[in-house]
C-alpha cells in the first residue's frame, strides 16, 4: 500500500498534462484539510543519527511516517504527531544535546511546532485554541 | 533499532539525567518580569484585540538563544570559510545558476530588511510577554538573515567567476523591472499596514508558506547545480522560520476568539495570501527552473506539495473550524503556478539589459524538459525563442532585442499598479484578465482582478512611479549607465544574453539599437473596455 503522505504521493505522482488537469481541478480549486506535519532537517552528524536511531524505528508504531533524502536536508511527513525526545538522543549521541542544540538543524516545519521540557513536538493540534500549549513534560 | 531505543526510555526513566535549574522553567518564571499594560503605548496599534495571556511555543530565554544561534554561526561559517574554499566550490557552480543567485539572495536580503520592521512594529503592538518574547528573538533572527544573504553575495562575489551584480545588484533597483515587485511583496507586505496584517504576510503566508520552497527546497536545486554554499547558508536561515512561523500562527490564536476579528481577518489573509503570490509564485519557478542546467521536479509539483498540500491543508484547512475560508484568489493562483513564472521569463529575456545578470535561452534539452511537464510551452514560449535566436539574440552586433520584437509584433508590456509587475496582456498563458482604469487624470494597469480590487479598496497604498512612467524617452543605454549596469571597464553590461565569457554586449551595441523608452500606456493606446 502506497504511504498517502510519501513525497510524490497523490497528484504529484501525475506527469504532464494529466498532473495539470488534477492539479488545476474545481476539486482541488478550494482547500482540503490535512491532519499531516513536515518536518525539513538539515544533515549533520547528529541529524542522521537522529533519523537512523530514532525517527526511522517511529515507522513500527506509526505507518503513516514518510521519510525522504532531499540532497542536503531529510523531508519528514507523518499524521498526527513526531515526539523527538533530546534525553533520549543525547543518550544515542554519547553527549549533552538538548531540545535547543536540535533546533540549530530543524530547517522548517509545517504544523504547530514546540519545545516541551526536553522534547521536540511537532503536531496538528492548533494548541493554543484546541488545547493549551504545554508549559513542561 | 527500535529495541536499542527501549532500552534507552527504560534506562532513562530508572535513573533520569541529573539537572540543575532547566531553560524552561528560567522561561517560566521570567514571565513574572512584565510589563505594566496600563501605562504602555504602541507607535502601531492594531484594529483587533490581541490576548494578553498568548503563549510562546519555544519558550526561549536569551541564554538558550545565544547559544543556539552562535552554533548555528560556527557551523555556517565554518563549513563555507574552511572545506568549501579548498574545494575550490564557488566555480564548480552551474553559470546560469550562479547568474539568478545574483538575484536570489539579493532579493531574499531586501526581504530579511522588511523582517526586521515587521517583528519590531509586532513586539510594539503586542502585550502577551511570552508573545513579545518570540516577537523580539525574531527581530534578532532577520537581522542575523541579512548577514546570511548577503554573505551569500559575499562568497560568490569573492568565488564565482563572475562576480558583477554579486557585488552591486541593488544599485541597479532604480531598473530592474523586478525589484518594485520586491518592494511591494517584502517592504511595503512586511511592514506597513496594520501590524496583524504585517503578520500575516510576513509570517504566516511569507514564512510559513514561501520560504519552503524560496529557501528549503530550493537547496536540493542548488546542490543539483553545483552550488555547495547556497544550501548551508539557507538551510541554516530556514532554522529560525520556524519559531517565526510559530509567531505568526500565535498571532492568529491571540485574535481569532474575539467575533471582532472575523470582520477583517477573512480579507488579511486573501490580500497578503495574494500580494506574496504575485511576486513569489512567477520568481522562485523562474529561477529553479530557468536557472538551472539540471533540473529537480516541475515548479507546479513544488508549489503543489509546499503551498497548497501543505501549507495550505495544514494551516488554513485546520483553521476553517474558526471561519477561516479558502482564499477567493486560489484557483487563480493555481493557473499562474502552472504558467506565471514562464510568463515572467519571457519578459525577464526580452528586458535583459535590465536585469543585472547574464540569461540564456532554454538548450534543446530545456525545450524538450518544458514542453514534457508543460504541455503546450514549446507552441507559445518555444517558437519565440527560436526565432528571437535566429534574429541574433546573444549576438552584440545583431542590434536586436526582445522588447522592441515585442512592440513591433503588437505586444506591449505594462506594470500592474498594485503587485508593481510586468505583465504581457496578449502572450500570457497565467491568470491574466488585463483592466486599464483611470483615477484624477492618470491611468493604471492592472493584471487582474484581485490586485485591482485591493487597489480599489485602499488607492492611497499603491502609490509607486513606474519604470516607463519614470523614464520614458531616456535611452536605453545612456539609462543602463547613469543606473550602474556596467562592468568595471565602465562600458561591458553587467547583464549579457548569454552566458558565454567572449561576445559580451557593451553600451555601445546598445546604443546602435537606438532605442528610447516609451511608454506602452501611451503609444498603444490601450483603452478600457467600454
Known amino acids: 500500500m502506497t504511504n498517502s503522505n510519501a513525497y510524490n504521493a497523490g497528484t504529484n505522482g501525475k506527469e504532464g498534462q494529466s498532473f495539470i488537469d488534477e492539479f488545476l481541478s474545481k476539486e482541488n480549486s478550494v482547500i482540503h484539510s ?10 549533520t552528524e547528529e541529524i542522521d543519527v537522529i533519523i537512523d536511531e530514532m525517527i526511522k524505528p517511529m515507522l513500527v508504531d506509526n505507518p503513516t511516517i514518510a521519510i525522504e533524502d532531499r540532497g542536503g536536508y531529510w523531508w519528514i511527513k507523518a499524521t498526527g504527531k513526531i515526539v523527538i525526545d533530546c534525553d533520549e538522543a543525547a543518550e544515542i549521541l554519547g553527549k549533552r544535546y538538548t531540545v535547543y542544540d536540535l533546533l540549530v538543524n530543524v530547517s522548517t516545519t509545517i504544523g504547530r511546532a514546540m519545545t516541551v521540557g526536553n522534547q521536540f513536538i511537532i503536531t ?6 484546541e488545547s493549551a500549549v504545554p508549559t513542561s513534560a | 533499532m527500535a529495541g536499542s531505543n527501549t532500552a534507552v526510555k527504560e534506562a532513562l526513566k530508572a ?8 531553560s524552561q522553567e528560567v522561561h517560566k518564571w521570567l514571565q513574572d518580569f512584565t510589563w505594566e499594560f496600563k501605562s504602555n503605548r504602541t507607535k502601531y496599534p492594531t484594529k483587533y484585540n490581541m490576548d494578553n495571556n498568548t503563549r510562546e511555543q519555544f519558550k526561549l530565554t536569551a541564554k538558550e538563544y545565544a547559544r543556539m544561534e552562535s552554533v548555528k554561526e560556527e557551523r555556517q561559517y565554518g563549513t563555507l570559510l574552511d572545506g568549501l574554499s579548498r574545494l575550490d566550490a564557488g566555480n564548480k557552480i552551474a553559470p546560469q545558476w550562479g547568474e539568478i543567485m545574483k538575484l536570489v539572495a539579493n532579493f531574499l536580503e531586501t526581504g530579511e530588511y522588511g523582517a526586521i520592521s515587521g517583528s519590531a512594529l509586532l513586539w510594539d503592538s503586542a ?11 525574531q527581530v534578532i533572527d532577520e537581522v542575523r538573515h541579512v548577514n546570511q544573504t548577503a554573505y551569500v553575495n559575499y562568497y560568490f562575489g569573492k568565488h564565482y567567476y563572475d562576480p558583477a551584480g554579486h557585488t552591486n545588484m541593488r544599485q541597479l533597483r532604480a531598473i530592474n523591472p523586478l525589484y518594485p515587485g520586491v518592494k511591494r511583496s517584502f517592504g511595503e507586505g512586511f511592514l506597513a499596514g496594520d501590524p496583524v496584517e504585517s503578520s500575516i504576510n510576513l509570517q504566516l503566508v511569507g514564512e510559513a508558506c514561501f520560504t519552503n520552497p524560496l529557501i528549503v527546497s530550493i537547496t536540493e536545486w542548488a546542490a543539483a547545480n553545483g552550488d555547495e554554499i547556497t544550501p548551508t547558508v539557507f538551510l541554516s536561515i530556514e532554522t529560525d522560520e520556524l519559531r517565526h512561523m510559530a509567531n505568526g500562527y500565535q498571532t492568529i490564536v491571540s485574535i481569532v476568539n474575539d467575533p471582532e476579528a472575523m470582520k477583517y481577518l477573512q480579507t488579511d489573509l486573501d ?7 504575485k511576486f513569489l509564485t512567477p520568481f522562485i519557478g523562474a529561477a529553479l527552473e530557468y536557472g ?6 516541475p515548479w507546479a509539483k513544488s508549489w503543489n506539495r509546499w503551498v497548497y498540500e501543505d501549507w495550505a491543508g495544514i494551516w488554513l484547512g485546520r483553521l476553517a473550524q474558526f471561519g477561516i475560508k479558502s482564499p477567493a484568489c486560489l484557483g487563480d493562483a493555481k493557473q499562474d503556478a502552472v504558467w506565471g513564472h514562464h510568463d515572467l521569463m519571457l519578459l525577464a529575456y526580452a528586458l535583459w539589459p535590465l536585469t543585472g545578470i547574464r540569461v540564456s535561452l532554454p538548450s534543446t534539452e530545456d525545450m524538450a524538459w518544458f514542453e514534457r511537464h508543460y504541455p503546450g510551452w514549446y507552441d507559445h514560449y518555444g517558437k519565440i525563442y527560436e526565432e ?6 546573444e549576438d552584440p552586433n545583431s542590434g536586436f ?10 505586444h506591449g508590456i505594462f506594470v500592474d499598479h498594485t503587485s508593481s509587475l510586468p505583465f504581457c496582456p496578449t502572450l500570457a498563458k497565467s491568470a491574466v484578465r488585463p483592466s486599464f482604469l483611470e483615477s484624477n487624470g492618470k491611468r493604471y494597469a492592472f493584471s487582474e482582478p484581485h490586485g485591482e480590487r485591493m487597489w480599489l479598496q485602499e488607492p492611497e497604498r499603491y502609490e509607486f512611479v513606474n519604470f516607463f512612467e519614470q523614464f520614458e524617452g531616456r535611452e536605453l543605454s545612456e539609462l543602463i549607465q547613469s543606473a550602474g549596469g556596467v562592468r568595471s571597464d565602465g562600458k561591458t553590461l553587467m547583464a549579457q544574453p548569454h552566458v558565454n565569457t567572449t561576445g559580451l554586449w557593451t553600451l555601445d551595441d546598445i546604443k546602435k539599437i537606438n532605442l528610447t523608452i516609451p511608454d506602452p500606456m501611451k503609444i498603444l493606446n490601450w483603452q478600457p473596455t467600454q
Do not use: C, R
Open chain 2, 388 to 393: 528571437w535566436k535566429a534574429l541574433g539574440f
Open chain 2, 271 to 277: 490580500n497578503a495570501f495574494w500580494t506574496q503570490h
Open chain 2, 292 to 297: 538551472s542546467k539540471y533540473k529537480v521536479e
Open chain 1, 34 to 43: 490535512s491532519d499531516a506535519v513536515v518536518l525539513a532537517m538539515m544533515k
Open chain 2, 127 to 137: 502585550q502577551s510577554p511570552e508573545q513579545k518574547n518570540g516577537y523580539l528573538a
Open chain 2, 15 to 22: 535513573h533520569p539525567a541529573p539537572s540543575s535549574v532547566s
Open chain 1, 124 to 129: 496538528t493540534e492548533l494548541v493554543g485554541l
Open chain 2, 401 to 410: 532585442l526582445g522588447a522592441i520584437w515585442m512592440m513591433q509584433n503588437g
